[in-house]
C-alpha cells in the first residue's frame, strides 16, 4: 500500500513534502475504510448470532450459534488491537 502511493506520488514529479503528505492522506483513508469493514462486520456476526439464539435448540444451531460466537471474538480482538496500536502511536507522538 505504502509502495503504490510513494510510486504514484514520485511518478507525478511530487516534491518530498508533498509526496509525504500524500502517503499519508492514503494511510488514512486505508485506516478509516479497514476498521470502517471490521464494525461493519461485527455488527452483522452480532446479528447472526443472535438469530442462530433465537432458533429451537438442536445440533445445527449450536454449531452455528458456536461459530458465530467464534467469529464475534476475533473481530473484537481485531478492533482492540487496532485502537491498542492507534493509542501507542499517539503515546509515542505525544508521549505520557
Known amino acids: 500500500m505504502i509502495e503504490e502511493a510513494w510510486e504514484l506520488r514520485d511518478g507525478a514529479g511530487c516534491s518530498l ?11 488514512k483513508d ?3 475504510s479497514v476498521l470502517g469493514d471490521l464494525e461493519k462486520s461485527l455488527k452483522k ?3 447472526d448470532m ?31 488491537l487496532y485502537w491498542r496500536q492507534r493509542a501507542h502511536v499517539n503515546w509515542l507522538q505525544f508521549g505520557d
Do not use: N, T
Open 17 to 27: 513534502g508533498e509526496s509525504l503528505r500524500g502517503v499519508a492522506a492514503s494511510l
Open 30 to 32: 486505508w485506516s478509516v
Open 45 to 47: 456476526a452480532k446479528k
Open 50 to 80: 443472535e438469530r442462530w439464539r433465537r432458533e429451537p435448540i438442536s445440533d445445527e444451531s449450536v454449531r452455528r450459534e458456536a461459530a458465530w460466537s467464534y467469529k464475534v471474538d476475533r473481530l473484537e480482538e481485531q478492533i482492540d
